[in-house]
C-alpha cells in the first residue's frame, strides 16, 4: 500500500495527525529531527493506535537522506509540518528559521520531483496575515503584511508552492492556514510538550497550574477588545488533525490544483477567557500579572472557517471547555 510521509511526525500538530491518519488505516513514514519533540512520542503514537511504522531520524536539509527514505518507501503524498514555530525567537535567530523553515522545503520538493511524488499538504499559519485590517479573516484576506521571520518563513513557502503549481500543474498542494492550536489527545499521552520555557498561551498556563512556572504574565490589557487582552482563535489540535485528513482526501479524489484554507473554529476568545475557562474546567487557580505588550502581538485574530467547510467538509467539533480539560489531562499525566 502506498504511504504518507509526515514530516515532522514526532511534533505537536504531527502526532496528533499520525494518530488521525492509522486511526483511519492509512500507511505512514514519518520523518523528524527532534529539535523540538521527543522519541518517546512516537512509541505513545503507537501505543495510542496499536499501529506500527517506520520512522527516521532525519534532517530535510539533507536531500541524500531523503533520497533515501523515497527510496526504500512507496510514498504517494507528504504532509510537512517540519518547521521551528516560536515567533519570538524567530526575531532573534532569523537565519536558523529561514533555513530550517524553507531551505527544507525547497530540498523536499526537489526530492519528490526527483521521485515523481507531486501530493503535498503544507502547514502554514495565520500569521501570514499578518495585522488583519478585518476580521474574521477569509482566505482572500491580504496576506504577506508578516511582522516576524517565523510568519514570514510561512508566506515564502506558500510563494513557492504557488510558483511550482504555476509551473507544473500535476503537482496537487494544500496550503492549510492553522490559527491557534492548542489542547491534547484524550488518552493524556500526547500533547504540546516544549522543550523549553513555553512561548504560547496555553502551555504557559498549564505550567502554572501544576506550579512549575510561578504565574502567567498576560501580554496587555490595554488592546481594543472586549476586555484589553488578545483574542486569538483557538481550535483544539485533534480537530486541526482532522483537517488534514479531510486535506489528503481532497488531494486524493479531485486533487488536480492548489488549495489554501483556514483551519479555525472562527470564534474568537480572549486571553482571559482562556484563564477563567481553565480555571473553571479544572477547578483549580491560575496565578496571573497584568505585564507590558509583547513585540510583535497584534490584539484580533480569528477565522472564516466557511470554505473548509464548503471544500473540504472541515468543521472543528471541539469545545475551549475540551482544549481546557484535554490540555491539563495531559500536563498532570506526563508528571
Ligand atoms: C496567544 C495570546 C498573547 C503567552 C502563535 C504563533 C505560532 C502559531 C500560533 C502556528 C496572545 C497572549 C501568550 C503568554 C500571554 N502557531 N499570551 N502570555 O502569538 O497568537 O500565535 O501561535 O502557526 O506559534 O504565531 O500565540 O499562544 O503565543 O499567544 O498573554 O505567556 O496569548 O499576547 O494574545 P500567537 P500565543
Redesign the pocket.
Known amino acids: 500500500m502506498k504511504k504518507i510521509l509526515v514530516t515532522g511526525g514526532a511534533g505537536y500538530i504531527g502526532t496528533h495527525t499520525c494518530v488521525e491518519l492509522l486511526n483511519r488505516g492509512y500507511e505512514i513514514v514519518v520523518l523528524d529531527n527532534f529539535s523540538n519533540s521527543k522519541e518517546s512520542a512516537l512509541e505513545n503514537v503507537k501505543k495510542i493506535t496499536g499501529k506500527d511504522f517506520k520512522f527516521y531520524n532525519v534532517d530535510m536539509i539533507d536531500k541524500k537522506a531523503l533520497d533515501t527514505i523515497f527510496d526504500e518507501n512507496d510514498i504517494e503524498a507528504v504532509i510537512d509540518f517540519a518547521a521551528y514555530?516560536?515567533?519570538g525567537e524567530s526575531v532573534e535567530k532569523p537565519v536558523e528559521y529561514y533555513t530550517n523553515n524553507v531551505s527544507t522545503v525547497l530540498n523536499l520538493l526537489d526530492r519528490m520531483k526527483a521521485h515523481n511524488v507531486k501530493k503535498i499538504v503544507f502547514s502554514s499559519?495565520?500569521?501570514v496575515y499578518g495585522d488583519p485590517k478585518v476580521v474574521p479573516i477569509t482566505e482572500e484576506s491580504p496576506t504577506g503584511g508578516t511582522t516576524n521571520p517565523?510568519?514570514t518563513s510561512?508566506y515564502m513557502v506558500e510563494q513557492i508552492l504557488k510558483d511550482l503549481y504555476k509551473s507544473d500543474n500535476t503537482w496537487d498542494i494544500a496550503i492549510l492556514r492553522?490559527?491557534?492550536?492548542i489542547g491534547a489527545h484524550e488518552s493524556g499521552l500526547i500533547g504540546e510538550a516544549p522543550n523549553s520555557i513555553?512561548?504560547?498561551?496555553?502551555p504557559?498556563i498549564v505550567k502554572v497550574a501544576s506550579g512549575k512556572l510561578e504565574k502567567?504574565?498576560?501580554?496587555?490589557n490595554d488592546y481594543n477588545t472586549k476586555d484589553g487582552?488578545?483574542?486569538?482563535d483557538y481550535i483544539h489540535v485533534v480537530d486541526l488533525a482532522v483537517g488534514h485528513i479531510k486535506a489528503i482526501e481532497k488531494l486524493n479524489k479531485e486533487g488536480k490544483g492548489l488549495f489554501i484554507y483556514n483551519l479555525g473554529t472562527g470564534k474568537g476568545y480572549s486571553?482571559l477567557d482562556i484563564v477563567n475557562t481553565f480555571e473553571k474546567v479544572n477547578n483549580i487557580k491560575v496565578n496571573y500579572t497584568i505585564a507590558p505588550?509583547?513585540k510583535g502581538?497584534i490584539a484580533t485574530?480569528f477565522a472564516d472557517p466557511e470554505k473548509a467547510r464548503k471544500e473540504i467538509g472541515f468543521e472543528a467539533k471541539k469545545t475551549l471547555e475540551d482544549m481546557c480539560r484535554d490540555s491539563w489531562n495531559f500536563e498532570k499525566n506526563i508528571n
Open positions: 514555530k516560536a515567533v499559519s495565520a500569521t517565523y510568519g510561512k492553522y490559527f491557534n492550536p513555553p512561548a504560547n498561551l496555553m504557559y502567567l504574565s498576560v501580554f496587555g487582552t488578545g483574542v486569538r486571553v505588550r509583547r502581538d485574530c
